[in-house]
Structure formats: structure tokens, C-alpha cells
């Protein structure tokens, strides 16, 4: 672990968040981000990878903010849970009204928001619990 906390404090401020932000601009606002493909999905598999992608953004913003404030523990790092997926789901609010707007062979989905929202608090929440139980663990 402390390898990888290493080589993130080596990234500038905030890359993390910035790389996963872009990606997400493109897959949710280009015409068609990714090519066809033949594999056959179950009814709402969309909405799970949206959940995915936005749970990923807080994942990305948490680390980000964790890193910027010298790796807090539990219960310094509770702030995630309010304040981490909330740029995530202002994103997909955003992004789904603008491809409504931008007409480009994407159309806006009340569903796709509730997904984005969903997936973002569920990460900031996991994580907080993962972080007590952690420190809990290491208290015993």
C-alpha cells in the first residue's frame, strides 16, 4: 500500500480526478465513444456501468482529496462521504441534460442520473465503512 501511496503523491494535484472526468466527457457526450459491438447485454447493464463509471469519478476524487490532505484516517476522512460524490453527480445530472441538448444520437435519461447519483454515493458510503471498519480493526 504504501508503494502505491508513493507513486500517488508523485501526480500532480488532482490528476486523477481530471483524467477520469475527461473520460467520462466522452463516453457519456460523444456521438458513439466506443465501437459496436456483438455481446449481447442484459436489460439495464447501461445503468450499472453508469453507476461504475460515476462510483469510479469518487473513488478518483477521494483518493485525490485524501492525498492532498496527508492521508487522514477514519474519522478525520468522514468529509468524503458528504462532500466526494458530489461533483460526480452533478457531472451526470449535467452530461445527461446535455445530451438531450446536444442531439447527437444520445438522449437524456431520468434513469442514467439515478445510476450516476447512485453509484457515487455507494462508493463515498463503502468507503467510509471500509475506513472504520480498518480502524476498528487496528484499535482491537
Known amino acids: 500500500m504504501e508503494k502505491i501511496r508513493a507513486f500517488l503523491d508523485k501526480l500532480p494535484p488532482w490528476t486523477?480526478?481530471?483524467?477520469?472526468?475527461?473520460?467520462?466527457?466522452?463516453?457519456?457526450l460523444a456521438p458513439q465513444p466506443l465501437p459496436d459491438n456483438d455481446i449481447p447485454l442484459f436489460p439495464g447493464a447501461d445503468k450499472i456501468a453508469h453507476g461504475i463509471?460515476?462510483?469510479g469519478f469518487t473513488l478518483c476524487i477521494i483518493i485525490d482529496g485524501l492525498r492532498r490532505k496527508g492521508w487522514p484516517t477514519f474519522p478525520e476522512?468522514?468529509?468524503?462521504?458528504?462532500?466526494?460524490?458530489d461533483i460526480?453527480?452533478?457531472v451526470g445530472i449535467i452530461t445527461e441534460f446535455l445530451q438531450g441538448e446536444m442531439?447527437?444520437?444520445?438522449?437524456?435519461?431520468?434513469?442514467?442520473?439515478?445510476?450516476?447519483?447512485?453509484?457515487?454515493f455507494l462508493v463515498a458510503a463503502a468507503f467510509v465503512?471500509?475506513?472504520?471498519?480498518?480502524?476498528?480493526?487496528?484499535?482491537?
Open 88 to 90: 460526480p453527480s452533478a
Open 77 to 85: 476522512n468522514i468529509w468524503i462521504l458528504f462532500y466526494s460524490p
Open 53 to 55: 463509471m460515476f462510483g
Open 16 to 28: 486523477l480526478s481530471v483524467v477520469c472526468f475527461l473520460a467520462i466527457c466522452w463516453l457519456t
Open 103 to 120: 442531439h447527437a444520437g444520445r438522449t437524456f435519461e431520468l434513469w442514467d442520473m439515478v445510476a450516476d447519483i447512485t453509484g457515487a
Open 129 to 140: 465503512i471500509i475506513e472504520y471498519l480498518q480502524q476498528k480493526k487496528h484499535t482491537n
